[in-house]
């Protein structure tokens, strides 16, 4: 499978950005879906996850804030975030695998199939 991520650009703090993960390929409805996203000089951390079964989890920091979900007809993952704060300004990164169980969501060395990555910059 291949992913194609998008949606990222310049915001002000407060300002609200959906992110898109396309995919080509079959089966993509029987992944698991992460968001990731790497600041400068900083670690890739987790974001979100999104199960084939529609099954969600959140890092601790962005729930409330930031919602992921998958139209499989379109095969597709968004990450809508909402109420954005300079310290969100990061690459962020979707990728794919159909192994993740629960213990490995978080787990950025558990996906096989990464996107190339879209820029969020929030402005203060």
């Known amino acids: 499978v291949q992913l194609q991520a998008s949606g990222g650009g310049l915001v002000q703090a407060g300002g609200s950005l959906r992110l898109s993960c396309a995919a080509s390929?079959?089966?993509?409805?029987?992944?698991?879906v992460g968001w990731f996203r790497q600041a400068p000089g900083k670690e890739r951390e987790f974001v979100a996850a999104?199960?084939?079964?529609?099954?969600?989890y959140y890092a601790d920091s962005k729930k409330g804030r930031f919602t992921i979900s998958r139209d499989n007809a379109k095969n597709t993952v968004y990450l809508q975030m909402n109420s954005l704060k300079p310290e969100d300004t990061a690459v962020y990164y979707c990728?794919?695998?159909?192994?993740?169980?629960?213990?490995?969501?978080?787990?950025?060395?558990?996906?096989?199939?990464w996107g190339q990555g879209t820029l969020v910059t929030v402005s203060s």
């Open positions: 390929g079959r089966s993509f409805s029987s992944y698991t």
């Open positions: 999104i199960r084939r079964g529609g099954f969600t």
């Open positions: 990728a794919a695998d159909q192994s993740i169980i629960m213990t490995t969501m978080t787990s950025s060395q558990y996906y096989d199939y």
